[in-house]
C-alpha cells in the first residue's frame, strides 16, 4: 500500500519533466546554507524504504530543526525540520536520490514558476547564484497539474507529521519576546543575524525541553506497523480536514516566556497594506 501510494507519486513527478538540469551546473540549488530544504516524515519514510535506512537515522544523521517565517505574518516563525547543507544526497553534482527526493527538491524551481512567484523570488541576492532561475521555465498543463496534486498531497503530509510530533498541524512561535530578552541584554539588533537568532531560539527550546519526546516518536516510524498506521491517518478526511483549516488559519502560537513555552491565541492575518 506504502509503495503504491509512493510510486503513484513519483509518476506524478517525472510526468512531462521538460526542464534539464544544465551538465555545467554544479547544483548551488543544493549546497547553499541559505536555500534550505524542507522535510516531512513522509519525505523520510519514502527515502528510507528506498534506501533501505531507518527513518531515525535519516532524521538524525541528515536533518535539523530550523525556522522559517511565517508567511502571513513575519513576526512568527514556523518550525520546520530542515536536510543539511550541503545535501548529503548530492553525488558529483547529481541527486542521488532523485526518484524518491522529497517534496520540495521536487518542486523546485517549476512550481515556484506555476505559483507565480518566481521573478520575485529570482531578485533576492542569495537566489542570484541560481541558474535556472534567471529565465522562464517550460512548463506544459499536464506537468502543472501534476505538480499541483502533489503540492496537495505535500501539504496533508506536513500536517499530518507535525500532528504526530506534536499533536498541532504547524508550531508557530512569536518572536516578538525573545526579540526583546536579546535587545534588554544588550544584543544590537545588527549585531545578529536571522541565522545567529534561529540558533538562539532553537537553545532556547531544547533548553526548555521541547525537543525531548520527539525522537522517540521519529523512532517508532522504524517499524512498518507505525509507518502504516501513519500513512492510515491521511485517509482519516476528517482528521486531515481539521488540521488543514488549522494550518491555513492558525489561532494559537507558542511564546517562550521566563523560560516556559505558553501557547497564546492570535488570529493571524497578513499585515496590512502599506501605501507609499
Ligand atoms: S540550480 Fe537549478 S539548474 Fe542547477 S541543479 Fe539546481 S535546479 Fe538544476
Ligand atoms: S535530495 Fe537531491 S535534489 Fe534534494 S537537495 Fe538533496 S541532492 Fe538536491
Same mark, same amino acid.
Given at each position: 500500500?506504502?509503495?503504491?501510494?509512493?510510486?503513484?507519486?513519483?509518476?506524478?513527478?517525472?510526468?512531462?519533466?521538460?526542464?534539464?538540469?544544465?551538465?555545467?551546473?554544479?547544483?548551488?540549488?543544493?549546497?547553499?546554507?541559505?536555500?534550505?530544504?524542507?522535510?516531512?516524515?513522509?519525505?523520510?519514510?519514502?527515502?528510507?524504504?528506498?534506501?533501505?535506512?531507518?527513518?531515525?537515522?535519516?532524521?538524525?544523521?541528515?536533518?535539523?530543526?530550523?525556522?522559517?517565517?511565517?508567511?502571513?505574518?513575519?513576526?512568527?516563525?514556523?518550525?520546520?525540520?530542515?536536510?543539511?547543507?550541503?545535501?548529503?544526497?548530492?553525488?558529483?553534482?547529481?541527486?542521488?536520490?532523485?526518484?524518491?527526493?522529497?517534496?520540495?527538491?521536487?518542486?523546485?524551481?517549476?512550481?515556484?514558476?506555476?505559483?507565480?512567484?518566481?521573478?520575485?523570488?529570482?531578485?533576492?541576492?542569495?537566489?542570484?547564484?541560481?541558474?535556472?532561475?534567471?529565465?522562464?521555465?517550460?512548463?506544459?498543463?499536464?506537468?502543472?497539474?501534476?505538480?499541483?496534486?502533489?503540492?496537495?498531497?505535500?501539504?496533508?503530509?506536513?500536517?499530518?507529521?507535525?500532528?504526530?510530533?506534536?499533536?498541532?498541524?504547524?508550531?508557530?512561535?512569536?518572536?516578538?519576546?525573545?526579540?526583546?530578552?536579546?535587545?534588554?541584554?544588550? +544584543?544590537?539588533? @545588527?549585531?545578529? *543575524?536571522? #541565522?545567529?537568532?534561529? =540558533?538562539?531560539?532553537?537553545?532556547? !527550546? /531544547?533548553?526548555?525541553?521541547?525537543?525531548?519526546?520527539?525522537?522517540?516518536?521519529?523512532?517508532?516510524?522504524?517499524?512498518?506497523?507505525?509507518?502504516?498506521?501513519?500513512?492510515?491517518?491521511?485517509?482519516?478526511?476528517?482528521?486531515?480536514?481539521? +488540521?488543514?483549516? @488549522?494550518?491555513? *488559519?492558525? #489561532?494559537?502560537?507558542? =511564546?517562550?516566556?521566563?523560560?516556559? !513555552? /505558553?501557547?497564546?491565541?492570535?488570529?493571524?492575518?497578513?499585515?496590512?497594506?502599506?501605501?507609499?
Amino acid at each position: 500500500m506504502l509503495e503504491r501510494y509512493f510510486q503513484y507519486q513519483a509518476d506524478l513527478a517525472a510526468t512531462e519533466r521538460n526542464m534539464l538540469c544544465p551538465e555545467d551546473c554544479d547544483a548551488p540549488c543544493c549546497r547553499m546554507t541559505e536555500v534550505f530544504v524542507s522535510v516531512s516524515l513522509f519525505d523520510l519514510i519514502r527515502l528510507s524504504l528506498a534506501l533501505n535506512t531507518p527513518v531515525s537515522s535519516l532524521f538524525l544523521n541528515h536533518c535539523r530543526f530550523g525556522f522559517q517565517c511565517n508567511e502571513l505574518n513575519p513576526r512568527y516563525l514556523n518550525l520546520l525540520i530542515k536536510l543539511e547543507r550541503p545535501c548529503p544526497f548530492l553525488q558529483k553534482a547529481r541527486c542521488g536520490v532523485h526518484s524518491f527526493k522529497p517534496f520540495d527538491c521536487v518542486f523546485f524551481p517549476e512550481y515556484h514558476q506555476i505559483a507565480g512567484v518566481l521573478p520575485e523570488l529570482a531578485k533576492r541576492p542569495v537566489f542570484k547564484k541560481i541558474p535556472c532561475l534567471k529565465s522562464k521555465i517550460a512548463v506544459s498543463d499536464q506537468r502543472s497539474q501534476a505538480l499541483k496534486e502533489l503540492k496537495k498531497m505535500s501539504t496533508r503530509e506536513e500536517a499530518l507529521s507535525w500532528y504526530f510530533l506534536l499533536e498541532i498541524p504547524c508550531f508557530i512561535i512569536d518572536t516578538k519576546p525573545l526579540v526583546k530578552q536579546l535587545k534588554k541584554s544588550g +544584543l544590537k539588533s @545588527k549585531s545578529f *543575524s536571522a #541565522e545567529n537568532y534561529h =540558533r538562539h531560539l532553537y537553545e532556547k !527550546l /531544547k533548553t526548555i525541553g521541547f525537543f525531548d519526546g520527539i525522537m522517540d516518536k521519529v523512532t517508532r516510524l522504524d517499524t512498518r506497523q507505525e509507518m502504516e498506521s501513519l500513512f492510515s491517518q491521511l485517509e482519516n478526511k476528517t482528521l486531515i480536514t481539521s +488540521l488543514l483549516e @488549522k494550518k491555513e *488559519s492558525p #489561532e494559537i502560537v507558542f =511564546r517562550v516566556d521566563k523560560n516556559r !513555552l /505558553k501557547p497564546v491565541k492570535r488570529y493571524l492575518q497578513r499585515p496590512d497594506l502599506i501605501f507609499m
